[in-house]
């Protein structure tokens, strides 16, 4: 189901008319129209508050947009494979995308997929450099001059396909729209540089986040730790089908709940609220760890 159904699906299950929901959001009601009639999709702060409002996760309200890729309906695709004998530490640079899938692959080779419906000439603008050495390797996504930044952030596609048990680290770095991490095991993942939404899903492991920017994040079914690491930012993270102890670190740093009130979250640089909170931690099935300086992170927890 697209946007725009669930959307409408979800007001009128509510019994509430597109004025009243115009209302709650603070947007016009030919806004509302023009999304339940699929000739627009709000911007990322309005699908946040719709997020809220009707207690859905990001990612149930955009799966149909977000799993493009995952359906492989793309005009342009290039895939490139390569073979792995042994664990290695791996960097992927991919450079500027719209959306990046990291997911696991039950082959013994990583596979890179570019996609794209408006890049003719994706295989000539687009190439996938590959280093390696006897505990490293490094996978680096390059594009030609011609391709700008901007159409790379608008209509490139990657996907990183990773053989789970050759690889136990994981950095990558770049700037995309969305995240999505979804069906893997590693004992370390962590992203630097620029994003608006990440959404991780069926996942296991330690996941690091240093983004120094807003951005909204959808956890559904994860379990071991999750650093978001910010620095002058407001983020939002959904979670679904987990539960969650939550860890303050940093100086300035404030949890907020669904209703926008702050969390009394312990810091755990204080040894007194460390013995507090551990026993709360071994119950949950991740903790989610805000550090930085002069941060917020709202956290939205979905019933089943």
Known sequence: ?????????????????QELLAEKLYV?????????????????????????????????????????????EFLYRSVTQYDLECAKEMELHFGTAHQVIIERTASEKIEVVLSSNKLHYLEQQVKVKIEE??????????HTDDLTDLAAKRDLFVMFRIPQKFVAHLEITGQTENLKIRDIHLDNLEFGGKLKSAAITNAKGHIEMDCSCDATYDVDTFAGKLDINQWKAVSVVTVKNSTVACRRMGKNVRFLDTDNQLMDIPNWKKLKDAEKAES???????????????????????CN
């Open 1 to 17: 189901m697209n946007f725009a159904d669930k959307l409408k699906e979800l007001r009128k299950s509510k019994n509430m008319s």
């Open 28 to 72: 016009s009601r030919q806004a509302i129209t023009k999304w339940e009639n699929g000739t627009g999709l709000p911007d990322i702060a309005n699908i946040v508050a719709i997020s809220a409002l009707f207690n859905e996760s990001l990612d149930a309200l955009l799966s149909e947009e977000k799993n493009l890729m995952s359906r492989q």
């Open 133 to 142: 050495n006897k505990k490293r390797m490094d996978v680096r996504i390059r």
């Open 280 to 302: 709360a931690e071994r119950n949950a099935d991740f903790v989610l760890e805000c550090a930085g300086w002069k941060s917020e992170l709202k956290v939205i927890r979905v």
